[in-house]
């Protein structure tokens, strides 16, 4: 069984559109966080969620926002696509939001044309 | 501002070869420090949480230690298929958000 989850694995998309990413944990985890991971390999957080409340909420341009509908799955929706925003991202999710290690999911490759 | 910094950037090893990968970090209030190992196109895996200096943490091949200014991820007669990028992060206290390193890029040849 997968431990955190994210669809699609791809997407291309053309500039302007809007598109989802969706996540999910089965690991019984409170806390979520989206992470992007640019083309130079750095992996910077973008948001965060314990207990479906949003904790952390980093220099993100307003197109991008997250949903959390329950513990188990945050959803990343970004409006208006621009080529910048082509990145790998990446869900995770821990225990508890303070020093317990977080656990990864395999990634969204998003290509924006 | 928290900052990361892992070297070398890349590293190629002959198998059997042992080296040390680095990581300095500057942080106010360190709550731990992780190392991840990433495979091309799939997500960080975790290896190591080191809490406080001195610590160290074994996991078959490698070894993590700790210091107040850095941290350490020795390899002991590294395999092919130890190569990866090894990612180090460092979460301070009080925040949860984990700040990355450029990660090290390890090839392990046989």
């Known amino acids: 069984d997968t431990a955190v989850s994210q669809t699609p694995k791809y997407l291309v998309t053309q500039m302007g559109n809007d598109k989802s990413i969706k996540c999910e944990q089965n690991?019984?985890?409170?806390?979520m966080y989206w992470y992007k991971q640019d083309s130079k390999k750095f992996l910077k957080i973008m948001f965060s969620?314990?207990?479906?409340?949003?904790?952390i909420n980093e220099t993100v341009p307003n197109r991008f926002s997250p949903k959390s509908p329950d513990k188990a799955h945050l959803n990343l929706h970004i409006n208006s696509l621009e080529l910048g925003d082509s990145a790998v991202y990446f869900c995770?999710?821990?225990?508890?939001?303070?020093?317990?290690?977080?656990?990864f999911g395999p990634g969204t490759r998003l290509l924006v044309l | 501002e928290d900052q990361v910094t892992q070297s070398p950037e890349a590293l190629r090893l002959q198998e059997g070869e042992s080296s040390s990968l680095n990581c300095s970090y500057t942080v106010s209030g360190l709550r731990g420090l992780f190392w991840y190992r990433q495979d091309p196109g799939k997500g960080p895996e975790f290896l190591f949480t080191l809490y406080s200096a001195g610590e160290e943490k074994e996991k078959e091949r490698l070894k993590a230690t700790l210091t107040k200014k850095e941290s350490f991820l020795h390899i002991t007669a590294p395999k092919p298929e130890d190569s990866a990028t090894y990612l180090c992060?460092?979460?301070?206290?009080?925040?949860?958000?984990?700040?990355f390193g450029a990660g090290t890029i390890l090839r392990v040849k046989s």
């Open positions: 969620y314990n207990n479906k409340e949003l904790i």
């Open positions: 690991l019984g985890h409170d806390t």
């Open positions: 992060a460092v979460q301070k206290r009080g925040g949860n958000k984990l700040v």
């Open positions: 995770a999710s821990s225990q508890a939001p303070f020093g317990e290690t977080q656990y």
